[in-house]
T-cell receptor
Framework: ETGVTQSPTHLIKTRGQQVTLRCSSQSGHNTVSWYQQALGQGPQFIFQYYREEENGRGNFPPRFSGLQFPNYSSELNVNALELDDSALYLC?????????????FGSGTRLTVV | DAKTTQPNSMESNEEEPVHLPCNHSTISGTDYIHWYRQLPSQGPEYVIHGLTSNVNNRMASLAIAEDRKSSTLILHRATLRDAAVYYCILRVSGTASKLTFGTGTRLQVTL
């Protein structure tokens, strides 16, 4: 089985710019979630997508948005970047049914906002 | 959000068993207990999960208390590659069964 792949691995952006991060889910998984991990902290839930619709959202402003495609790949878009958006962004895929196991995480995209 | 409590850090000698505790006193009857670990510069890695019964897989064992208010992740023989931050998380019911990460337990393994 394939894992979760994210691109790019590293990115440097300027404050105020927009960024798009990409994720390919593990084969067979139908749900994708995005997490933000600041240095030294645990990952924080941004949102989850199922059947191409947002299925739940954490405490993040609307400038964080996403898409899920029919092949279950996903994008995370962040507009009007702020310095505090600098973090590791993690994509995780899973089955929607909780009984069917855990999440598979990608290695993340390291975003630096300067 | 359902909360878990873990020690900040633990140490183990290589090839010794390691018991990583987790308290989740506010767990509800339908919450699954998940464990993940995160090595430096990598995303979290799924380790094991359970609901009520103890679970074993190739990576570890999960012992769940009878009242489900606590659980223990057991690594049977720690290796240097097991040095990581271990997160105990409740996967709660609802439309978005998100994972709420705490600060985890940093496991150090020494020779």
């Amino acid at each position: 089985e394939t894992g979760v792949t994210q691109s790019p691995t590293h990115l440097i952006k300027t404050r105020g710019q927009q960024v798009t991060l990409r994720c390919s889910s593990q084969s067979g998984h139908n749900t994708v979630s995005w997490y933000q991990q600041a240095l030294g902290q645990g990952p924080q839930f941004i949102f989850q997508y199922y059947r191409e619709e947002e299925n739940g959202r954490g405490n993040f402003p609307p400038r964080f948005s996403g898409l899920q495609f029919p092949n279950y790949s996903s994008e995370l878009n962040v507009n009007a970047l702020e310095l505090d958006d600098s973090a590791l962004y993690l994509c995780a895929s899973s089955f929607r049914d909780r009984e069917r196991g855990g999440y598979t995480f990608g290695s993340g995209t390291r975003l630096t906002v300067v | 959000d359902a909360k878990t409590t873990q020690p900040n850090s633990m140490e183990s000698n290589e090839e010794e068993p390691v018991h990583l505790p987790c308290n989740h006193s506010t767990i509800s009857g339908t919450d699954y207990i998940h464990w993940y670990r995160q090595l430096p510069s990598q995303g979290p890695e799924y380790v094991i999960h359970g609901l009520t019964s103890n679970v074993n897989n190739r990576m570890a064992s999960l012992a769940i208390a009878e009242d489900r208010k606590s659980s223990t992740l057991i690594l049977h023989r720690a290796t240097l590659r097991d040095a990581a931050v271990y997160y105990c998380i409740l996967r709660v019911s609802g439309t978005a069964s998100k994972l709420t990460f705490g600060t985890g337990t940093r496991l150090q393994v020494t020779l």
